[in-house]
């Protein structure tokens, strides 16, 4: 992926190196699960304690996919530290990336009579408080609607490569875009939506919108991806195979098998590896973002 020289985004707060990253917000019901979290030592338990935040923060709009990965627990700095040459680089990936996020959704959303409201990508080491409480970094990257802010602990990247097999900046870029489509989500109206659907419901039923909302998430992904593309030239050959080997890894049958459990398809929250797979490409290849109406379709 050819971003170096490209446009930064200014929308980056960096709190990387300065502690427990105690910037803004204040809670929303997750405060009591998420410090159980950090305490957690062993694998399962924390997927345990994961999958209880999850189902509560579904309906809040929040995407804490890696609690389901069961990784990224990175170390809580207490003192402010300098960053190093490799982290400040890393910094400029996500700016840069983020930016091109910006022109395509300032374009799509400019098309549709609308204006785009851009989002804040917060760089966290360790923990993080948002509008919608603390987290640790095990919830890996997430969105917050409460505040409409990106949260992103770059040692998800480092898991994505080492133990979920799904190496390179473009599937690096699908995260980092993958959020962006839930802020998309929120500025349009769907994620309210999709929480009132759910009020009511069964767990099941709750799991089967969850599961549309986030394949919506990665179609965006790729609209994004689409526009990156054609518009203006910055991937390279192989890339889109990066992005499509991180949806593989993440999707919700690969992760219960890894696991060790058995797949319980009504118990997805993101989508099978199969679905994930083919609505980023559908986002890809298309570049339309009406082609992502994930609520009307068939998703298989």
């Keep these: 992926m050819r971003w170096k020289g490209s446009r930064k985004s200014s929308n980056i707060e960096d709190r990387r190196g300065q502690g ?4 803004g917000g204040s809670g929303s019901g997750l405060l009591s699960f998420i410090p159980m979290l950090v305490r957690t030592k ?16 579904r309906m809040m709009g929040i995407d804490l996919l890696p609690l389901l990965l069961g990784g990224g627990e990175s170390a809580v700095n ?18 840069a990336v ?12 400019r098309q549709q009579g609308a204006v785009y409201r851009e989002p804040t990508l917060v760089l966290f080491t360790g923990r993080v408080n948002s509008a919608c409480g603390m987290a640790s970094a095990a919830v890996g990257p997430f969105y917050c609607p409460g505040d409409q802010k990106l949260y992103l602990d770059l040692s998800f990247f480092d898991d994505l490569k080492k133990r979920y097999g799904a190496p390179g900046d473009f599937a690096e870029a699908y995260v980092i875009a993958h959020e962006v489509g839930h802020h998309v989500q929120t500025l349009m109206g769907i994620s309210d939506k999709v929480r009132r659907a759910g009020a009511g419901k069964s767990k099941t039923e709750v799991n ?3 599961v549309r909302q986030e394949l919506q998430a990665d179609c965006f992904a790729g609209l994004w991806g689409h526009a990156a ?26 992760l219960q098998r890894e696991s060790g459990r ?21 986002g890809f290849e298309s570049g339309d973002i009406a082609s992502c109406d994930t609520f009307s379709e068939p998703i298989d």
């Design 78 to 95: 207490s003192e402010p530290r300098e960053l190093t040459a490799e982290e400040k680089e890393m910094g400029d990936f996500v700016a």
């Design 262 to 282: 058995g797949v319980v398809p009504d118990s997805f929250t993101h989508g099978s590896s199969a679905q994930r797979v083919r609505w980023f490409r559908r």
């Design 229 to 254: 593309n054609t518009e203006r030239q910055i991937l390279d050959p192989g890339d889109l195979e990066e992005a499509l080997t991180a949806a593989t890894a993440i999707g919700d049958d690969r």
């Design 42 to 57: 062993t694998g399962r338990i924390m997927l345990l304690v994961g999958v209880v935040v999850f189902f509560g923060s």
């Design 208 to 210: 089967a919108l969850s």
């Design 20 to 23: 427990a990253g105690l910037g």
């Design 98 to 109: 983020l930016a091109d996020t910006e022109d395509t959704w300032q374009a799509v959303f």
